[in-house]
């Protein structure tokens, strides 16, 4: 067996309970999003690398180090995508779609990133996620952090959860935010690790986001943004917060929440969890109203968020049961006909129902036991319902049944 084949490094088939935890959190936040009128898209798992090179940045870890780049036998450069918010982009701008605004996309889908495998991470992961393009006010991020709230509380880990918010400003915010980084770290840089020094350089800001020690002890004691806000960007930041309380969703203030990309303004947001160990993110998001035009569109403001379905999977306390099927069982060769006619009525009946391919009538009876059934239907000169739970039975017809299995 030492030849057996064996799923690729990082990822993982999806079978029996995870596959129903799994298509569990799709279908929870597939029902939601339509409640909150948003409509599902599809993009390519591969795009152009540029569609990921100009929007994540040259330099990023995500770029230099984590995708999946190929050249294809045309000589085109491409990438397994390995987050959902460019390619949806993207597709705003090629199907022609910022003359129709605002749009609302749902997305749910395989991301793909070359890194050390974990516990909840893989190198082919999974991702739900929601994109608001067009509006620019804090009503649609509040709608959108609001719509992520209810799919957790729908999923029954809300209580698990806890959603941490900050604002980035605009860009005067920014520059006068970067100035006081800039000047704090100054004063400390001997303390600062290798990375970080380079970041003072480039962008201060992902200092906030440091995992090295030093570099945290140092970020405890640093500026933060909310002094440095204009009018403009503080009155939109307390617009958030408002429509967040009125929403019912209850938030802490977190100013060490950064996201590196100059597109990205305004809201910064995650939903963290200490459930799965060492604190974790379960969704995150932001606003990104640059991002469109860099890509190529016009200027179209945009929020959203993407939540790693592995994680949201392991905190769900168990997946939920499948109905029970109903087992069709014909009680001799002469009865095959009849049962199947059965079989298809009630599945017309929208009634899970199954037979067994072989066998006489005592074995699929024990297989039907087995497998979970609730009722077998037993088809011979009459048509019995017999309930596997307690061992009783009943004369039916035909047409009773439907009526009968569908209350």
């Not at 949806?88 to 605004?101: D, F, M, P, S």
């Not at 604190?279 to 968020?305: F, H, K, S």
């Amino acid at each position: 067996m030492a030849n057996q084949l064996q799923p690729v490094r990082g990822t993982r088939d999806l079978t029996g309970e995870d596959a129903a935890r799994h298509f569990h959190v799709v279908e929870t936040a597939r029902r939601v999003a339509r409640l909150y009128g948003f409509s599902e898209w599809q993009t390519p798992i591969f795009e152009d690398t540029r569609v990921f090179s100009r929007t994540l940045g040259e330099t990023s870890d995500v770029v230099t180090k984590e995708m999946y780049t190929f050249e294809d036998r045309g000589g085109d450069s491409l990438t397994l995508r390995p987050e959902g918010t460019a390619g949806v982009c993207r597709a705003l701008i090629t199907g022609g779609l910022t003359q129709t605004l605002p749009q609302k996309v749902f997305y749910a889908g395989p991301m793909f990133r070359y890194e050390r495998p974990q516990k909840g991470r893989y190198r082919q992961f999974h991702q739900i996620g929601v994109e608001l393009l067009g509006p620019a006010s804090p009503l649609a991020d509040a709608e959108v952090i609001s719509l992520g709230w209810r799919i957790l509380n729908e999923l029954g880990i809300a209580k698990d959860v806890e959603l941490h918010i900050n604002t980035l400003g605009d860009a005067q915010s920014r520059a006068n935010y970067r100035d006081a980084l800039v000047a704090y770290f100054s004063s400390h840089a001997e303390k600062l690790s290798e990375d970080s020094k380079l970041r003072l350089e480039k962008n201060p800001l992902r200092i906030l986001d440091s995992k090295d020690d030093g570099d945290k002890a140092l970020v405890e004691k640093a500026p933060v943004i909310y002094a440095h806000l204009t009018e403009e960007a503080a009155t939109f930041y307390n617009g958030l917060k408002s429509t967040l309380t009125a929403f019912g969703v209850p938030f802490v203030e977190d100013p060490r929440i950064v996201r590196g990309l100059d597109y990205y303004n305004h809201t910064a947001f995650e939903f963290v969890t200490n459930a799965l160990g060492a604190q974790g993110t379960v969704m995150a998001g932001g606003r990104y109203d640059g991002l469109v035009e860099q890509m190529g569109g016009p200027n179209v403001p945009g929020i959203g968020w993407g939540a790693g379905i592995e994680r949201l999977s392991m905190l769900i306390a168990a997946p939920p049961v499948m109905a029970q099927p109903v087992a069709v069982i014909p009680m001799s060769a002469e009865f095959e006909g009849q049962a199947l006619e059965i079989l298809n009525l009630l599945r017309n009946g929208n009634i899970a129902a199954e037979t067994g391919y072989s066998g006489n009538a005592k074995k699929r009876l024990e297989r039907a036991n087995k497998s979970g059934a609730g009722f077998a239907v037993l088809v011979g000169a009459e048509i019995k319902l017999k309930n596997l739970a307690d061992g009783s039975q009943e004369d039916v017809t035909a047409e009773m049944l439907v009526k009968r299995l569908g209350a």
